[in-house]
Structures are given as structure tokens and as C-alpha cells.
T-cell receptor
Framework: GAGVSQSPSNKVTEKGKDVELRCDPISGHTALYWYRQSLGQGLEFLIYFQGNSAPDKSGLPSDRFSAERTGGSVSTLTIQRTQQEDSAVYLC?????????????FGPGTRLTVL | GENVEQHPSTLSVQEGDSAVIKCTYSDSASNYFPWYKQELGKRPQLIIDIRSNVGEKKDQRIAVTLNKTAKHFSLHITETQPEDSAVYFCAASINGGSQGNLIFGKGTKLSVKP
């Protein structure tokens, strides 16, 4: 079946602009996660959704970052007033349930470049 | 919160040799430890995981060991092949509740030379 998909695959934007990154999880997966991967760094947890709610937003780097999920499916990560330090690959993952024993399946990522 | 340290950051081995990557975690309540492999330009994929109720798990050429007392776990790859070249990430989490987020190490870039 179809895996996790993300769009766009690449995004180049100017400093100060807003960007929206989209994630389509595997059908039936109730848990959805956003991570950020900077060059040479690990996977930095940003936020997770169980259904449409986001109980843990502790990983969001600043109030310029927000995310929503509608219909228990598609999620959008929005970065307002982008800064150069926001440049990174943004990865989305989904799992069948919130139970961490369930494998997280990753999308291909969106490479964001802020000029 | 949980903190995961991973070493080494880079590892180069000859084809056929073994490779070992080590991780330590800080939260003694962590009970789930997966390993992900990320090939160049591709998405991370789970290769093996271990729960805190066992000390070792094997799957063909890869194995993971866990020492709960010392709070460290390791990935062992035997008879390495060029296709094992990738970045490997360890992670730790506390299963269930609000603590179930995976906290990842910074990764180990493994290069297997033919």
C-alpha cells in the first residue's frame, strides 16, 4: 500500500516568508509525528498528533511554528516568518497507534531552504 | 526529559568486518529502543528494536543488546556489506502515555569499504 507522503519535496523561500509543509500519513494510522533533521544532526522531535489533537507541542522550537491535523489524516506544519536557521529537512512519520511499540513509518521529507 | 547520546558519529570498516554502534540514555523509565537506518537521500526505516524486558535480540546479521543497569544499548552488524553503508539512528522512548515520544541520537555514518 501507499506509504507516508510529503509535499513539497523541496521548498526554497526567502527569509520572512511563511511556508506550509504537508504530510499524508498511511491510511488508518492514528498517530502522526513531525521531526526536523538538520545537517549532521539527529531527528529532532517537533510535535505529535493522536487523531486531530496534539497533546505534546513541547518540541516546537518557537511560536513561529504551528501544526494542525484535520479529519485524522492530513497534517500541515506551518512556519511563519521563516529564518535561515529553519533550513532543514522536515520529516513526517505515522504509526498505527500512539503506542511507541508501533513502528513509525517515515515520509521522504521536505527539504526547506531559507535564503 | 530523555537524552540519547550516540557514538561514534562516523565509522569506517572493511567489508566483512563487524561494526558496533553504542547509545546511552538518561531516563531509566525508557523501555523501548528502536534502531533506524537512513540511506543517502532516503527516509529512515526501522531495522530492529528491543524492549526492556530482554537483553538481546538478533535478526540475521544484526543484533541489539541492552544493559538497563548501565542505561546503554548497542547495535552490532556482522559480516558487513557495502549496502550496509548508511546513517544509523538509535532512539529511546517510554511506551505509553504522554512520554512515548521517540528521542533520537544524532546518528552514526557507517561506511563499508569493499
Amino acid at each position: 500500500g501507499a506509504g507516508v507522503s510529503q509535499s513539497p519535496s523541496n521548498k526554497v523561500t526567502e527569509k520572512g516568508k511563511d511556508v506550509e509543509l504537508r504530510c499524508d500519513p498511511i491510511s488508518g494510522h492514528t498517530a502522526l509525528y513531525w521531526y526536523r533533521q538538520s545537517l549532521g544532526q539527529g531527528l529532532e522531535f517537533l510535535i505529535y498528533f493522536q487523531g486531530n489533537s496534539a497533546p505534546d507541542k513541547s518540541g516546537l522550537p518557537s511560536d513561529r511554528f504551528s501544526a494542525e491535523r484535520t479529519g485524522g489524516s492530513v497534517s500541515t506544519l506551518t512556519i511563519q516568518r521563516t529564518q535561515q536557521e529553519d533550513s532543514a529537512v522536515y520529516l513526517c512519520a505515522s504509526s498505527y497507534t500512539r503506542d511507541s511499540y508501533n513502528e513509525q513509518f517515515f515520509g521522504p521529507g521536505t527539504r526547506l531552504t531559507v535564503l | 526529559g530523555e537524552n540519547v547520546e550516540q557514538h561514534p558519529s562516523t565509522l569506517s570498516v572493511q567489508e566483512g568486518d563487524s561494526a558496533v554502534i553504542k547509545c546511552t540514555y538518561s531516563d531509566s523509565a525508557s523501555n523501548y529502543f528502536p534502531w533506524y537506518k537512513q540511506e543517502l537521500g532516503k527516509r529512515p526505516q526501522l531495522i530492529i528494536d528491543i524492549r526492556s524486558n530482554v537483553g538481546e535480540k538478533k535478526d540475521q546479521r544484526i543484533a541489539v543488546t541492552l544493559n538497563k543497569t548501565a542505561k546503554h544499548f548497542s547495535l552490532h552488524i556482522t559480516e558487513t556489506q557495502p549496502e550496509d553503508s548508511a546513517v544509523y539512528f538509535c532512539a529511546a522512548s517510554i511506551n505509553g502515555g504522554s512520554q512515548g515520544n521517540l528521542i533520537f541520537g544524532k546518528g552514526t555514518k557507517l561506511s563499508v569499504k569493499p
